[in-house]
C-alpha cells in the first residue's frame, strides 16, 4: 500500500473508523526501516505539507550536510520525522530549532553520534513556547506523560536514524545505549527557577523560544532531603559529577539539573548560579586512591615522559588538574577546569530534594548547542 492511501477524508461523527489501512500503514514504515523499534505515524504526503504550512521556511533548505555521511538534513526531512514522532504540525518551529541546536553543539561532525558511549541530544526547552506547546518543565519531567517532551525529543532520535542512516548494529557504534536515545527532551521551569533562564544567560531576551542541546551519556538522580547546608548539598551533586564510571579524559562538561527546592534552598542561602558553578567546579573531585582503585589513575601523568599505564586512556596522560594536598593517595584531582564547564538549569518539581547530573560526552565543539525558534508568519 503507498502511503497516499493512508490519507483520508474526515468522517463524519459516529462513522465507524477502518483501521485496517493504518496498521499496514504502520507495518510499511517498519519494513523500510523507518522506526526506532516504536510504531510511527505514516507521513502520508497530506500530513507532511501540513507540517511545512507551519513554517515560511523553504522545504528543500539544506539544514546541515556532513561530508563523512556523505549526507544532508533539509526542511522538508525534518518534517517528515516531526510528523512520523507523532509531533502535531505546530511543533515544527520548536523540531527544527532543536536540530539546529544539536548542529550547533558540534557532535554531528565530530563522531558523537556514533559513540561506543551511546549518548544521545538533551534538548532544553525555554520561553513562552514551553507554554504555548504543552512542554512539561515541572514533576517528572524527565518521564512520560507530555507529547511535546516525548514527541520533539524523538523527532531528534528519527532524524540521526532515517537521515542520517545511524542505526544500531550499522553506523551506531553504541556498546549498551540508553534509553534516552529514545527520546530526552525537557523544559527549565522558569517560573520556580530563582535565577535567569538558561536562553536569557545565553544573551536571548525572555520573550524568545528557544532550544539548548547537550549529548549526554546518562542522567544520575541525586536525591539529598538530609540537609540545608548548601555546601552539603553541592559537595553531594559534586560526588555523582565526579563519580569513576564517568571518567574518559580527565576533564570534562557537565549539566546539572537541579530541582527547584534545591535551586530555591541555594538562592535563599545567597548563591547566585555563578556561584553554584564555582563550588561545583571546586568540589568535584576524585582522590588519586580512587582513580587507583578504579583503573583510572593519572600517575603518568606526573612525568612528562612516561607512557601511559596500562588501560590508561590517552587523555589521563594529560597534565593533571588542581592538585590539594599531598602527593600520593590523597592527591585531589578534579574533573572539571572551570565554571564555563558547568551549564546550570531548573526543572522538576519543589516537592523534594532531589536533582539530577546529566553527564556530556567529552568536550563537545561548543557547550550547549542553542537555536531560537523562528516563529512562523502568518
Known sequence: MALHEADQAPRTEGEPVDVDPLVEAIEYCYAQGWTDGLPVVPPTPALVDRFLSETDRDPDEVLVHIPQFRRSATVRQVAVNAAMAGCRPDYVAVVLAAFEAVVDEGWPAAGGWQSTTGGGPMLIVNGPARHELGFNSRGNVFGPGFRANATVGRAMRLIIMNVFGIRPHELDQSTQGTTGKYSLCIAENEEESPWAPLHVELGDAPSDSALSAVHVRSVDFVDNRHTADPRQILNDIGDSIARTGTIVRLHKRICVVLGPEHAQLLAGRGMSKQDVKEYLTECSFRRRDDLRRAGKDAEASLSAHADPSPG???????????????????????????????????????????????????FPPHFPGHAVVRPHKC
Do not use: H, K
Open 312 to 362: 590508561l586512556t590517552p587523555g589521563m596522560a594529560e597534565p593533571s588538574g588542581e592538585v590539594e594536598g599531598a602527593e600520593g593517595g590523597d592527591e585531589r584531582i578534579s574533573v572539571l577546569e572551570s565554571p564555563d564547564d558547568v551549564l546550570v538549569v531548573v526543572a522538576g518539581a519543589p516537592n523534594a530534594g532531589v536533582s539530577a547530573v546529566a553527564q556530556p560526552l567529552g
